[in-house]
């Protein structure tokens, strides 16, 4: 049972436009959200993160929105930069003590094309 | 400053060899994790430490999976009698602390192919 979907596996978008990767979930325990990148041959890094109490979050070129009501959320990357070619994963937790893990989608593969 | 270092980073074991994969956190993060990725799919929890206690074991597929970290600091991941489902990137995590505002920061992953 995949709990954090991501039923975009690959994603291409010219530079300079705006990059949206979307993200569902479907457990309703889970009420803080990151998004997570991935160069070939290393590990994910954080990216960006929402506490369920938000709508939204900037940070820089990257603003993640959430819609609690849908368990939806997306990142957006304003302008985008061959830089951000990567996997990017999404992830959710439960925030009560001691529940620690991530549970992480299957990734989308975003291109950027000159 | 170094990151999270794994070790070996790749590793290829004969079905039914036990292998033992490492994992060194930054130096004073006191959580540590290990998840594996199979191929096309994300990363998935396998186990968790606090310190040099293992408090959450929950993702670990049998019983021939074993993690330890005996002195809170380099933690070691065994799987013993490997079968070819095992074979995936084995990626190893550490935060400073627990609790929500404490960013896993991943090692690169040691793949593991199981022929």
């Known amino acids: 049972d995949q709990q954090v979907k991501q039923n975009s596996p690959s994603l291409s978008v010219q530079e300079g436009r705006i990059s949206i990767l979307n993200c569902d979930y479907t457990?309703?325990?889970?009420?803080?959200f990151l998004w997570y990148k991935k160069y070939p041959a290393e590990g994910p890094t954080f990216l960006i993160s929402?506490?369920?109490?938000?709508d939204k979050n900037e940070d820089g070129r990257f603003t993640v929105f959430l819609n609690k009501s849908a368990k939806h959320r997306s990142l957006h990357i304003v302008p985008s930069q061959p830089g951000d070619s990567a996997v990017y994963f999404c992830?959710?937790?439960?925030?009560?003590?001691?529940?620690?893990?991530?549970?992480f989608g299957t990734g989308t593969r975003l291109t950027i094309i000159p | 400053g170094a990151g999270v270092s794994q070790s070996p980073r790749y590793k290829v074991a004969k079905r039914g060899q036990d292998v033992a994969l490492r994992c060194d956190p930054i130096?004073?993060?006191?959580?540590l994790f290990w998840y594996q990725q199979a191929l096309g799919q994300g990363p998935e929890f396998l186990t968790y430490?606090?310190?040099?206690?293992?408090?959450?074991k929950s993702g670990l597929p049998s019983d021939r999976f074993f993690a330890e970290r005996p002195e809170g600091s380099v933690s070691t991941l065994k799987i013993q009698r490997t079968q070819q489902e095992d074979s995936a990137v084995y990626l190893c995590?550490?935060?400073?602390?627990?609790?929500?505002?404490?960013?896993?920061?991943f090692g690169p992953g040691t793949r593991l192919t199981v022929t």
């Open positions: 992830a959710a937790r439960i925030s009560n003590f001691g529940n620690e893990k991530l549970t």
């Open positions: 457990n309703s325990m889970f009420d803080y």
């Open positions: 929402i506490s369920s109490i938000k």
């Open positions: 130096s004073g993060h006191v959580s």
């Open positions: 430490f606090q310190n040099e206690a293992q408090l959450d």
């Open positions: 995590a550490s935060a400073l602390d627990r609790g929500l505002h404490y960013e896993q920061y």
